[in-house]
């Protein structure tokens, strides 16, 4: 079967084992029953996620001037912190800013390769977790609007790490923690802003991802420069595909290429 499409992220349902879907216009790809099969993925060309025109691809699935224009990728989708909808002040697109910036945001701890902290919309609970590759995360503050999340997580980020190590989570390679433990440790480090939503006594959330066998030497699939790739699909954690010969594709982080699948 071939199926062709422009790459976005996959979507994902939460259950007892993540279940991934790849959206191709025309197809609708479950690719959990793609696991144990060969897979042929091929590179097109680009199509901008926000334009829509056959221009290279920037950063974040956009060609560069949607990148410095649409208010998908202003500095506050990156730095919480930056944000200031609730002051009134317009980045790119107040309008569309409101209605991201203004809504109830989740400061939490994962854990994928290590403990980290981060900033999510509530809505994108657990899908945010999942993106990341975490098995295991809980909820610290839930903060009225992203700008006291994003102060929250500046203050939090000096007592605890604010990146996953990628090569470590696709080998399912973690630190033990207790994230109570640690959600209950850095409760004195909330800003004075925040610290009214703090969450106490909840319990962390447990992620299981379909994957068949961990790579022990990951290697990432560049699909611009090889053009053409096929692999056996052994796992899916994150948004990465992991293949039987240890290739990883991350799929996030190619959105925007046109590609073509083959079964």
């Known amino acids: 079967m071939n199926y062709q499409g422009v790459?976005?992220?996959?979507?994902?349902e939460n259950g007892k084992e993540i279940q991934y879907y790849l959206d191709m216009k025309t197809d609708f790809i479950n690719m959990?029953?793609?696991?144990?099969?060969?897979?042929?993925?091929?590179?097109?060309?680009?199509?901008?996620?926000n334009c829509h025109l056959e221009k290279q691809i920037y950063r974040?699935?956009?060609?560069?001037?949607?990148?410095?224009?649409?208010?998908?990728?202003?500095?506050?989708?990156m730095r919480p912190e930056l944000s200031k909808a609730h002051l009134g002040i317009e980045d790119r697109d107040l309008i569309y800013e409101k209605s991201v910036q203004l809504k109830p945001h989740i400061v939490y701890l994962a854990?994928?390769?290590?403990?980290?902290v981060g900033v999510t919309r509530k809505q994108q609970v657990p899908t945010r977790w999942i993106d990341q590759g975490a098995h295991e995360a809980i909820e610290i503050v839930e903060a009225p609007n992203r700008y006291l999340a994003g102060i929250t997580e500046v203050a939090l980020k000096a007592h605890v790490a604010d990146k996953t190590n990628w090569r470590k989570m696709l080998k399912n390679?973690?630190?033990e923690a207790n994230l109570q433990t640690w959600r209950d440790k850095l409760k004195e480090f909330i800003p004075e802003e925040a610290a009214a939503y703090f969450i106490e006594n909840n319990t962390e959330t447990k992620i299981n991802f379909p994957v068949k066998k961990y790579p022990e030497k990951p290697k990432s699939l560049?699909?611009?420069?090889?053009?053409?790739y096929t692999g056996t699909l052994v796992g899916i954690k994150g948004q990465y595909l992991i293949f039987e010969d240890e290739t990883v594709f991350n799929i996030r982080s190619n959105e925007g290429l046109v590609v073509k699948i083959q079964i």
């Open 7 to 12: 790459l976005k992220k996959m979507l994902t």
């Open 32 to 49: 959990n029953q793609l696991l144990n099969k060969e897979i042929a993925i091929s590179f097109i060309t680009y199509e901008c996620l």
């Open 60 to 77: 974040q699935g956009f060609c560069k001037s949607c990148f410095f224009d649409t208010p998908n990728a202003g500095d506050w989708i």
């Open 111 to 116: 854990n994928s390769s290590n403990v980290k």
């Open 173 to 175: 390679d973690f630190e």
């Open 222 to 228: 560049n699909l611009i420069k090889t053009l053409n």
